[in-house]
């Protein structure tokens, strides 16, 4: 593929080949990865083709591999759970091996084995948990040692349970003592709220005794014992959690560490055997053979064999062609964030490029902090290192590593490095030469719409509307200059002649829209009006301009902070200050980057785009490895 800044011319891909080789002929197309496959089933619904295509039928396989999916995640978290096995964000991922069906299926009896080892800690987990429970239970009636079977003899009767600890011993005594009842209580156990008693009466006098004990909330416990005492059961059932205790470290022995990165492997296998099978259904066949279409940029090759028949051609004009945009890998990182917009289509330029540039350089002076920057380009880096991303892969990071690059550079410019920690000479100081920062955020924001109007100004001489170009960029260009050199003296004094320059380049500017700006009227009075409208458009332009403030407001924002934070240090010692310091600027520095993130990105969304960008186009989406776990080697 070549690698250059443009949307790629794309050609349309026919391949035919044999039904055995399908699968086969696939996989090398999913190894290129540059073939994007169209679905094919549409052709199903014409009469002309009925009784001769069908479509593959994979819906079963594909609801097979998603629950073997499924089984291998749980899996995975299963091994990092037993064995403590925690990846950290900048592992590297693991390099993928392609797997033989045997081997998948044999690594595939593994991982339910796992998942059934996991059940049965969970279930003697669970087991342990009752037995605990019950313990507690037990606990506060350790020192209760009448023999159960006294509990059924006919005339004797013993009961327990709990009541308040607000209610004392003496005061149930009294109540029962009223009834002149027949009975002996015991206080087995104390907690913080309530005591734990036993009650032996007679088997008349239990229901009496127990409507007495009702008004003092007592709360009836029963104690199964098998002719055992209760410290004596709390003993059995300790060491039947020993046992299960036990059990569950030989389960947990059998899940082993080294099969995270086997598991890992596996998943992304069937990952990729899952993609293959939806494509699958894309593709028709007949008896024998198998016909697909797809789209693939200018500059890829597939290799011709004796296994399949291709075809290759160009473009159509009204084609319904995916995009492919073909950028460099400085420019590449940048594309997520057009997209985030709106994919271009075909016909418009491509913005990136641009934009990049643009997102770099507000990005940066918006952080505007040396040492900020530094961090933020050194954490990148070291990410990048550490992760070893694909190609395609870390473009968030990637892009932050150039916008902290632009941000060293800015602070140097405006004399910031973690605020005024460390003293460096200024161009620029955002906190006392504010308007010359203001000018300087106008100014670039002047440039940037400017830049705008110049691609829209492309597309159109691109396009041959040559003369559309002028009356809708020119004599914008001309308005527009005009009025902003005519603004210039009175906020920074005169300019001399161009003064007078800019008087004219706004006269003429004015004409040119007011004559043109509703050409395409066919009423004259329709036309002056559309035209005196258009006029009005120049607020927009204005209120455009006015938006690049906030270029200074985060400038200035990021600096005001700075500097509090080493004030708050240097009021309370050397080390509070260490603490301040790294959480201050830390948090600072947090927030100013996402800041500078979402209005950097507002900018070109709002002003540049709505200047010339449409979008609107149907995103390249090539047939390749889409791997979780690990990371395709470029042989592979």
Not at 219 to 243: A, F, G, M, P, Y
Request: charged share 25%; glycine share 6%; hydrophobic share 40%.
């Amino acid at each position: 593929m070549k690698n250059q800044m443009s949307i790629a011319k794309m050609k349309k891909v026919t391949i035919i080949g044999t039904k055995d080789k399908q699968e086969q002929i696939l996989k090398k197309i999913m190894k290129k990865g540059f073939l994007q496959i169209e679905d094919m089933s549409p052709i199903l619904e014409d009469e002309e083709y009925k009784g001769i295509f069908q479509n593959n039928e994979k819906n079963e396989e594909i609801g097979k591999i998603s629950q073997k999916l499924l089984t291998i995640e749980k899996a995975i978290s299963n091994v990092k759970k037993y064995n403590d096995v925690k990846k950290s964000m900048f592992s590297d991922k693991n390099i993928y091996k392609e797997l033989s069906e045997k081997i998948a299926e044999n690594s595939y009896e593994d991982a339910q084995k796992v998942n059934e080892l996991s059940d049965m800690i969970e279930k003697k987990s669970s087991e342990i948990k009752e037995f605990d429970d019950l313990i507690k239970e037990l606990e506060p009636w350790i020192n209760f040692s009448i023999s159960t079977n006294l509990k059924n003899v006919n005339y004797i009767k013993i009961i327990l349970g709990t009541i308040s600890l607000k209610y004392k011993k003496e005061e149930i005594e009294l109540n029962l003592n009223k009834q002149k009842l027949d009975y002996s209580i015991n206080v087995i156990s104390k907690d913080k709220t309530k005591m734990y008693v036993a009650i032996a009466t007679k088997n008349e006098n239990l229901l009496q005794i127990k409507r007495i004990l009702k008004q003092f909330n007592f709360e009836e416990k029963e104690i199964e014992l098998q002719d055992e005492t209760v410290e004596e059961k709390i003993q059995k059932i300790r060491i039947i959690i020993s046992n299960l205790e036990k059990e569950i470290e030989t389960y947990k022995s059998e899940i082993k560490p080294e099969q995270l990165k086997v598991f890992e492997n596996l998943y992304d296998y069937y990952l990729s055997q899952k993609d293959l099978k939806l494509i699958q259904k894309r593709i028709i066949t007949t008896q024998n053979t198998f016909y697909l279409e797809g789209w693939m940029p200018e500059g890829c090759e597939l290799e011709k064999n004796k296994e399949y028949i291709i075809k290759i051609r160009e473009e159509q004009e009204n084609e319904d062609v995916p995009v492919c945009v073909q950028n460099n890998s400085i420019i590449q990182p940048f594309e997520s964030i057009t997209n985030m917009y709106s994919v271009p289509n075909k016909k418009e330029l491509d913005p990136n490029p641009v934009m990049a540039f643009f997102y770099i350089l507000f990005f940066g002076l918006m952080l505007s902090d040396a040492g900020y920057g530094l961090l933020l380009t050194l954490g990148c880096l070291f990410i990048i290192k550490k992760k070893k991303y694909s190609k395609g892969e870390g473009n968030l990071i990637k892009l932050l590593t150039y916008c902290g690059i632009s941000s060293i550079i800015w602070g140097v410019f405006f004399g910031s490095c973690f605020g005024n920690l460390i003293p460096l000479k200024a161009v620029i100081n955002p906190l006392t030469d504010v308007m010359p920062l203001m000018g300087l955020a106008l100014l670039l924001g002047i440039i940037h719409i400017y830049v705008g109007m110049l691609m829209k100004a492309i597309m159109l001489v691109k396009e041959k509307k040559i003369f559309d170009a002028i009356c809708d960029i020119l004599f914008w260009y001309l308005l527009l200059t005009g009025v902003f050199m005519l603004v210039i003296p009175i906020v920074a004094g005169d300019i001399g002649i161009w003064s007078v320059v800019g008087k004219y380049l706004a006269i003429i500017g004015v004409i040119g829209v007011l004559l043109t700006g509703g050409r395409k009227e066919k009423n004259i009075i329709k036309k002056f009006t559309k035209g005196l409208s258009s006029l009005y458009g120049i607020t927009s332009y204005f209120s455009d301009v006015l938006s690049y403030s906030r270029l200074m407001a985060l400038c200035l924002s990021t600096g005001v902070i700075a500097q509090v934070v080493n004030l708050l240090g240097g009021l309370v010692g050397p080390i509070p200050a260490v603490i301040v310091g790294i959480i201050g600027h830390g948090f600072n520095l947090a927030n100013s980057a996402l800041g500078s993130y979402v209005h950097t990105s507002r900018l070109q969304y709002v002003e540049f785009f709505g200047k010339f960008y449409e979008g609107g186009g149907k995103e390249f989406t090539p047939f390749k490895y889409k791997n979780k776990y690990t990371r395709i080697k470029e042989e592979i």
